[in-house]
């Protein structure tokens, strides 16, 4: 068991108040707060380490560069990728999908070529195929889900064509909160001779992951989302793929040599880290992930889907409600109307009662298309939530509905 006020103390923000009302902090999928282990060790990096990283010889700089690659065999070892080579630091998850949709297709698709993604993905996940779409002509092709929030397997299976060079998807949906099949759906890729790329950004925080296990070619995810600081992400590709990708951007600390003649580019994963790296901001993630590991990931994942359950279970006791994503396999993320509330005046109205949620599509417009709606209300949970404060969000959602 956790012992969840303990855990609350490392985070002083949720014992502020809102509208002179608790602050129950249910937005976990957008960005988790962050612990303060977290903010002393970035700010002691910044006030005693701070120096730029890579071919300084001067103190400071190396014991930042040692900071900085540490923290690299920190996420390594977190998801169980096979060498540090294949770890590449970005801004988060939207830049690492984008680094690799942009590689990928100026080295492996042409005009007709094909793309597979699900309908349930992040526009981070859509976008950047469609700029590809526009540059290139190639086409994307959508796996669709049930009313439940599942993807539709049989139907994948038949959207392979000998056009197909990719497939892209969610591990766990934004919205829904479904945890996708990605072993299978990258079985049956494999089985193609297609590579896929699993998003990450809402599965990292919440469960293990084990990307060797997995099998995926490529997988991204953010810092923020898991109680590190904002502006740092992970690219994790195989190294037999980010060999055979061209980089990304152009700069310092990408090259081994340069004239005008010609640029040899510096070997993995440098090749992708144009520019200074956010050295303090790796720090702050390995921080955050050791942070994670001493709560035990399984102990994670055990409180938030203890939560999730109940929160569906209480929510409908409620006239009217309708949920989102009732999935077999579902994580910390219930998506939510009431009768005929728009979900801006949910969410506004339960703001005024201390309670954080998140309204509107959720970067996530093609898959309320496919509901039929416009948007919903969002609860996330993190390991530091607890049924109390479910409690508070069913007794919320309850009184603003009475009041239409």
């Not at 700089?61 to 998801?79: C, K, M, W």
């Not at 999908?97 to 590689?103: A, R, T």
């Not at 297709?105 to 992040?122: L, P, Y």
Request: hydrophobic residues 40%.
């Amino acid at each position: 068991m956790l012992d969840i006020n303990k855990i609350r103390q490392d985070f002083p923000i949720l014992s502020r108040k809102v509208y002179d009302k608790p602050l129950v902090y249910l937005d976990n999928a957008a960005t988790t707060q962050k612990p303060l282990c977290v903010l002393d060790a970035m700010r002691d990096e910044y006030l005693n380490v701070n120096a730029n990283v890579h071919r300084g010889v001067h103190y400071l700089s190396q014991q930042a560069t040692d900071l900085h690659e540490a923290s690299r065999e920190n996420v390594r070892s977190f998801i169980n990728a096979g060498s540090t080579s294949e770890i590449i630091f970005t801004r988060g998850t939207t830049e690492a999908l984008n680094l690799v949709v942009s590689s990928f297709c100026e080295e492996f698709m042409q005009e007709g070529d094909e793309v597979i993604v699900s309908v349930m993905e992040h526009h981070s996940n859509i976008v950047p195929w469609q700029l590809q779409a526009a540059k290139r002509g190639i086409c994307i092709r959508v796996i669709p889900m049930s009313d439940k929030g599942e993807l539709d397997i049989e139907e994948f299976k038949k959207l392979f064509t000998d056009k197909t060079r990719i497939v892209s998807v969610a591990h766990v949906s934004n919205v829904l909160g479904t945890v996708n099949p990605v072993e299978e759906i990258i079985r049956i890729s494999h089985d193609h001779g297609v590579p896929v790329i699993v998003d990450g950004a809402q599965s990292t925080p919440h469960f293990k992951v084990d990307v060797q296990a997995m099998d995926c070619d490529f997988f991204a995810f953010s810092g923020h989302k898991m109680y590190g600081p904002t502006g740092v992400g992970v690219l994790y590709g195989k190294e037999e793929w980010l060999d055979r990708l061209p980089p990304y951007q152009g700069g310092g600390e990408m090259i081994e040599s340069v004239s005008f003649e010609k640029t040899v580019f510096e070997r993995l994963p440098f090749k992708f880290e144009a520019g200074t790296p956010d050295y303090v901001a790796t720090h702050g993630l390995a921080t955050a992930i050791d942070y994670m590991l001493n709560i035990g990931m399984d102990n994670i994942s055990a409180h938030e889907q203890m939560l999730t359950k109940y929160c569906m279970e209480q929510l409908k006791t409620i006239d009217g409600m309708r949920i989102f994503g009732e999935a077999e396999h579902k994580d910390a993320v219930v998506s939510f109307l009431v009768g005929d509330i728009h979900h801006l005046d949910m969410g506004t109205l339960l703001d005024r009662l201390g309670i954080a949620v998140r309204t509107g599509h959720h970067c996530a417009q093609p898959l309320m298309d496919r509901l039929g709606i416009q948007g919903t209300v969002r609860a996330s949970f993190s390991f530091y939530n607890t049924k109390e404060e479910v409690d508070a969000l069913v007794a919320g959602v309850r009184r603003v509905s009475q009041m239409f």
